[in-house]
């Protein structure tokens, strides 16, 4: 059963709800940013849209990589303006989504800055910034996973090398154009935050660009 939508700080709210990926039970989180454009929806999770209407009204949705889709179309029902991770317009032929991140595009407004990845085509993952909370928005770029967390998901993370703490996998790893991450992680880590939300596991509330950097070291981030 999801979780009802709450506050995590001063203009971010999430709720979770439970997702599996392959098999693993990650479960999953949206995350509810205010700016001064409206609410913008991060991975939306299947919740009613009158619950996030009745924290501000809703302006922007974001699907923000090409696995976190699947509950989009009742916001694009609604006509809230929906942004797509690159590739998504081509998976999702089914909805109309209102334009796709690129890089250079920053359709948020001023509170947010959203980064598109390029070096890692397996997710094509857009990061955000909420400026006014300096908190860092991810989704599937690493996970942090607790104790709490069922067993069986501890150990087969652990065995991909996503636990514990704060991780990548051996996927990102595998997967990513290093030369090419150095140089946009890099630009991530000179961004001002402190908070990190992640899309699975705990959030970091402090010392998150320290978590970040830690996730990946194996990339020779500082």
């Known amino acids: 059963m999801s979780e009802p939508l709450r506050e995590l700080a001063p203009g971010v709210h ?7 990926f392959y098999g693993l039970q990650l479960g999953g989180r949206m995350t509810v940013l205010e700016t001064s454009e409206g609410l913008l929806v991060h991975s939306p999770i299947a919740r009613p849209i009158e ?3 009745a924290r501000g009204k809703p302006r922007f949705v974001l699907a923000p990589n090409l696995f976190h889709h699947l ?4 916001w694009i029902d609604a006509g809230i303006e929906t942004w797509a991770a690159r590739g998504l317009p ?6 109309t989504f209102a334009g796709v991140v690129e890089p250079g595009v920053q359709p948020f407004g001023a509170d947010v800055v959203a ?8 997710s094509n993952e857009v990061v955000l910034l909420h400026r006014p909370s300096r908190t860092l928005v991810v989704t599937d770029l690493c996970f942090h ?14 065995m991909l090398g996503g636990y514990p703490g704060c991780k990548t996998t051996i996927v990102e790893r595998w997967g990513m154009k290093r030369e090419l991450a150095r140089q946009e992680l890099g630009e991530i880590v000179a961004w001002d935050f402190d908070r ?9 509330e402090e010392g ?11 990339l020779g981030l500082t």
């Open 90 to 95: 081509e998976k999702r032929r089914d909805v």
């Open 14 to 20: 999430v709720a979770e709800g439970p997702q599996s």
């Open 208 to 218: 998150g660009k320290d978590a970040f950097v830690g996730a990946f070291r194996w």
């Open 51 to 53: 619950e996030v209407a």
């Open 71 to 74: 509950h989009v179309g009742p």
């Open 115 to 122: 980064l598109p990845l390029t070096c890692f085509s397996f």
């Open 145 to 158: 996973l607790t104790p709490e967390t069922g067993w069986g998901t501890r150990a087969a993370m652990w």
């Open 196 to 204: 990190l939300v992640l899309a699975h596991g705990e959030v970091i």
